[in-house]
């Protein structure tokens, strides 16, 4: 049986300084789309550019799906869009026990913590601004399981979030 753990929401919403120490406390796996999509522009050495950047994202998320059912127990950190029918497709093939962490952020905050992290993040990240529609793919959970949802609009307490995550996985 896999336990898989999303860590979702728009960009910049909070999800790898959440992700992380999950993962870590709970003994999981952590499979971060970023992490995937910085390895495989280190690879090619490409220009920043934003229409390579937009299918190496899509690239990292083919990878990030093929390799999650290989772990039984894994947090999974990604950008994921609630309608795209081939990730739910996907995510739900891989198994019934789906715990979600929602990152519910302002969209003003979204694009303030996106424009101050721009100049700073790796060079596989060349988009600068995020725009209203971009932010709107991400504006809810994928919804496939237990959906707990934080508001990361602030700091978060990572002790509530894991007891939560705790009380949500099956005994």
Known sequence: MHQIILVSGPPGSGKSTIAVPLAQALGFALLSKDVIKEALFDSRRRPRDESYSAKLSDAAMAVLLALAPHCPRVVLDANFKPRDANQRKRLAAIGSNIIEVYCRCDPETVSRRFAQRADTRHPAHALKRITPELIM???????????????TNAPVDLAAVLQRVHDALPR
């Open 137 to 151: 793919r991400h504006d809810r959970p994928m919804g496939l399981g237990t959906v707990i949802e934080v508001d």
